[in-house]
C-alpha cells in the first residue's frame, strides 16, 4: 500500500484505513530462477520467515540445506504461491511464461513481481488478471513493450501497479562492482586463473526439466 498511503499523505490525509498490508512471515514464495539474484531472493525471504518454493532447470543445494527451498514444478509453484518473483532469461521457451493459462492456476490474490524481463509476462493477461483480482499487486521493473508508454499507458496507470524504468541494478555501490567485478574478472582470465566471479557449479545439480511456458 505504500504508493496509495504516499498519494494520501501528499493530500494531507493521514487516515490509515483501507492501507492494511501483508505480513510475509508463514507467506509462501515462488522464485522462478535461482541464479545469484533469485538465490539472493531467497536468503532474504528466508530471513522474513516464508516458506519457499523454487523453480529452475538446476538446483543450488545449498539453497536447500540451509535456506529450506523446495525445488518443484511450475505447476506447483504456481499454485502455492502467495507471492511470485521472477528471475530469468527471456527465450522461445519462456517467452509469456506469465500468460492467462498460467495465471490462471495461481492462487486468488497472488502478488506478481518481475525484475527480470518484460516478456515473460503476456501483458493483456496480465491487466485481465489484475481487474478480475486474481492478481492483486504487480511490482514490475521491466514491462513487455519496454520504452512504449502509449502501448504499457493502461497497465502504467493501474492502481495496483508499480512501475519502475528497468533500474533495479542501478544503485551507487551495484553499479561500482558492476565494473570492478568485470574488470578484475579479464584480468583474472588473462592471467589463467577462473575468475573470481564465475558461476559456482560445484553446489549445483541440474537434474529438473527446463522451465517453459504452457
Known amino acids: 500500500q505504500i504508493s496509495t498511503a504516499n498519494v494520501k499523505v ?33 536468503k532474504i525471504a528466508h530471513g522474513f520467515g516464508m516458506h519457499i518454493l523454487a523453480a529452475d532447470r538446476c538446483r543450488t543445494e545449498p ?19 502467495d507471492i511470485l518473483s521472477l528471475h530469468i532469461p527471456v527465450d522461445t521457451d519462456t517467452k509469456h511464461l506469465i500468460n492467462a493459462k498460467s495465471i490462471g492456476t ?5 502478488i ?10 503476456d501483458s493483456d493477461a496480465l491487466l485481465t488478471a489484475l481487474e478480475s ?17 502509449t502501448e504499457n499507458k493502461t ?6 501497479v508499480i512501475v519502475t524504468p528497468h533500474i533495479a541494478f542501478y544503485a ?29 557449479l560445484e553446489n549445483v545439480v541440474c537434474d529438473l526439466p527446463p522451465i517453459k511456458s504452457a
Open 10 to 42: 501528499r493530500k494531507g490525509e493521514f487516515d490509515y484505513h483501507g492501507l492494511k498490508g501483508i505480513s510475509l512471515l508463514g507467506k509462501t514464495i515462488g522464485i522462478v530462477g535461482t541464479g545469484k539474484i533469485g538465490s539472493r531472493v531467497a
Open 63 to 81: 539453497l536447500e540445506s540451509f535456506y529450506g527451498v523446495r525445488y518443484t514444478d511450475l505447476e506447483i509453484l504456481f499454485k502455492q504461491s
Open 106 to 110: 495461481m492462487k486468488d490474490g497472488v
Open 112 to 121: 506478481l513481481v518481475n525484475t527480470a524481463r518484460g516478456e515473460l509476462i
Open 133 to 149: 483480482g486474481k492478481v492483486k499487486y504487480a511490482l514490475l521493473d521491466v514491462l513487455e513493450h519496454e520504452k512504449d508508454f
Open 155 to 160: 497497465l502504467i496507470s493501474h492502481e495496483r
Open 172 to 200: 551507487d555501490d551495484s553499479v561500482k562492482r558492476m565494473y570492478d567485478d568485470s574488470f578484475t574478472s579479464i584480468e583474472e582470465w588473462k592471467s589463467g586463473v577462473r575468475p573470481r566471479h564465475a558461476t559456482a
